[in-house]
């Protein structure tokens, strides 16, 4: 069964509708696979054998009877602790809410078990998704499975690191500001980042309520389509969601990219790229263009300013979203309830991480009376000019190309600052501020044999346009179907 495990997502589905293969044998032999490795990985917080084994279940009962099923029926799956899963533990990777069991399920968990997935549990990330490592998740760290010394990557590191290692199929995480094209870059899959309001946030415990974006890890450009096509679409629970109609993602990864043009922004290029990763990434670039895509310079000139306009930003929301975690209606409560400031401070005190800490005072500092429009209001003009200048790029070129971070996967403890951590999404962050789809995908690897990544931008509501850059580069080279040497290569 472990050669099964080495199919795409979309492979497995036709594999469970013609009854060559049954969802239980595939839920199965995941179970088993996790069950003898994630100890060494780190990338499941809880594994639901029991739930998984059911839904398997039910998915060749369908199959059996000739009844309708979903598009990813069978397909087993695990989602990122971020997102809310009725009668299954939901922690944000926080003690705060340690062994709280949410009372409903959010709309991209109910689009899922619709379209047929099997959901093998949930994935650890750093605490309320707040770094990029996985280092902070309050639980343990998970590990890259190319390399047991490095991370995979923050905040969505289990959901890469779990598809990396052939422990799920594809994957769900969040990202903020790099949080799935990061890990993506550091673990060798496709991640992608969808427009703001393409993909509901009901359900999805916020971090950054104007930035955060649920979207796909895969293996590759077709199945993280696949994925899309399920939970794209409008939600009434969630008035930011756009109601504009699901295009047909998977028919655009069959498309070549003759005549499309890709930019390149000499400001999202730099002296602090590795070597690696730079001529990796330019002989991505030259691999499309030989397929017909035409290059041109051009230029973002307010992408420097992106890394302090998003931590004035983000870490502002995140004080205002994470004022309800006070011990009063959920979570993990401490200290005299009767002294109910003791209380906060107690609970607050035990149940945040110091990451989370952190950004809660520099979001409350922003927001201070005096303070507010110093930072907070003039961030906020600075995010207003970042997304212009990719409005006036995408008047010129379909996708802009860059390096997906700046250096591969680093080893655990390496970044000794805040600031040295921030950096490690310098590329991503602009995408996040003007609302854009980003996608990164495998380019090649360094002298380690780690991952390199390639992101790739476009204008509001044009994945269609990435992930038929994507599909087309993977037809023409091979680094996506490199697998770790973790755990006997299924």
Request: proline residues 5%; hydrophobic residues 40%; aromatic residues 6%.
């Amino acid at each position: 069964m472990s050669e099964l495990l080495s199919l795409s997502a979309s492979e497995q589905a036709r594999r469970i509708a013609e009854k060559t293969v049954s969802a239980t044998e595939l839920c199965d032999a995941y179970l088993a696979r996790i069950d003898a490795n994630d100890a060494d990985l780190g990338s499941y917080l809880r594994v639901d054998h029991e739930g998984a084994r059911a839904q398997a279940h039910a998915v060749d009962a369908a199959v059996c009877a000739g009844d309708s099923v979903g598009p990813l029926a069978g397909v087993p799956i695990a989602l990122k602790d971020l997102l809310v899963t009725e009668s299954l533990e939901t922690t944000a990777g926080s003690k705060i809410l340690e062994g709280w069991v949410p009372p409903y399920e959010g709309s991209v968990v109910r689009k899922l078990r619709s379209a047929g997935a099997v959901i093998l549990g949930k994935l650890n990330l750093d605490e309320f998704a707040m770094g990029s490592s996985n280092e902070h998740s309050a639980f343990r760290p998970c590990k890259n499975p190319w390399d047991l010394g490095r991370v995979p990557g923050g905040s969505s590191g289990g959901s890469a690191a779990a598809v990396s290692a052939s422990l799920c199929a594809m994957s769900l995480g969040t990202d903020t500001g790099g949080s799935i094209r990061q890990p993506a870059s550091f673990c060798g899959l496709v991640g992608l980042k969808p427009t703001y309001g393409r993909v509901s946030r009901h359900g999805l415990i916020a971090y950054a309520s104007s930035f955060d974006q649920i979207g796909p890890l895969a293996t590759c450009a077709e199945d993280a389509a696949l994925m899309l096509e399920v939970i794209a679409g409008g939600d009434i629970l969630d008035a930011t969601c756009s109601t504009e109609p699901v295009p047909a993602y998977q028919a655009a990864c069959k498309r070549d990219v003759k005549g499309l043009v890709i930019g390149i922004a000499k400001e999202m290029e730099g002296e602090d790229v590795d070597t690696a990763v730079s001529a990796a990434v330019a002989a991505a670039i030259a691999e499309l263009e030989s397929a017909g895509a035409e290059v041109r310079r051009i230029s973002l000139p307010h992408t420097r300013y992106s890394l302090p306009t998003y931590y004035l930003l983000a870490t502002a929301e995140a004080s205002s979203n994470l004022a309800r975690f006070d011990g009063v209606r959920y979570g993990k409560r401490k200290g005299n309830e009767e002294a109910l400031q003791n209380m906060y401070e107690k609970t607050r005190g035990a149940g945040f991480g110091a990451e989370v800490k952190t950004r809660i005072m520099l979001g409350t500092f922003a927001l201070r009376a005096g303070y507010y429009d110093a930072y907070y209001k003039k961030a906020q003009q600075v995010r207003t000019l970042i997304a212009d200048d990719f409005r006036k790029a995408f008047a010129e070129v379909d996708v802009i190309a860059s390096p997906t971070a700046p250096t591969t996967a680093f080893p655990f403890g390496a970044k000794k600052t805040p600031i040295d951590m921030y950096k490690a999404d310098v590329f991503t962050l602009s995408c996040n501020l003007a609302g854009l789809p980003g996608l990164s995908m495998n380019c090649g690897f360094d002298d380690s044999g780690m991952p390199i990544g390639l992101q790739l931008l476009a204008a509001p509501m044009q994945e269609e346009t990435l992930l038929q850059c994507a599909a087309a580069y993977q037809r023409q080279t091979d680094w996506h179907t490199r697998r770790p040497n973790f755990g006997g290569q299924p």
